[in-house]
C-alpha cells in the first residue's frame, strides 16, 4: 500500500492508494485526517489518465499532454471557487496533485 503525508495549512493528511473503501475502487486515491484517521474524500479515476501524478503512485498514467490539461482546468474552473482552498472537496486534491 502507498501512503504520503500531506501538510496544507497547517494541517495534515494522509494519502493513500490503492483506496480501502470498496465504493471506492474506481477511485486513485483516499485522503484521511492524518490525526484522527478520519475518511474526508476520494479523488481522481483510475479508469483515465492525468497530466502529472504529484503523488507519484499513478505515474504510469502520466500523460504530459499541456493540451489535456488545459481543457481539465477550463472545464473545472467553475469549481475553483467552491474548492480553491478546501481541501475537504475531491476537486481541490485532483487539481492540486495530478492536474
Do not use: C
Not at 465504493?23 to 476520494?42: C, F, L, P, Q
Not at 504530459?64 to 474548492?83: A, C, I, M, N, P
Request: charged share 35%; proline share 3%.
Amino acid at each position: 500500500m502507498f501512503s504520503k503525508k500531506v501538510v496544507y495549512d497547517g494541517k495534515r493528511y494522509k494519502v493513500v492508494a490503492p483506496p480501502k473503501r470498496e465504493s471506492n475502487e474506481h477511485k486513485k486515491y483516499e485522503v484521511y485526517d492524518a490525526e484522527t484517521g478520519d475518511y474526508i474524500t476520494a479523488f481522481g479515476d483510475n479508469r483515465f489518465s492525468q497530466y502529472k501524478d504529484k503523488l507519484g503512485y499513478w505515474a504510469s498514467k502520466n500523460t504530459l499532454d499541456k493540451e489535456q490539461r488545459k481543457r481539465y482546468r477550463t472545464r473545472h474552473s467553475k469549481d475553483r471557487g467552491v474548492v480553491e482552498d478546501n481541501p475537504r472537496f475531491a476537486g481541490w486534491w485532483a487539481y492540486k496533485f495530478l492536474w
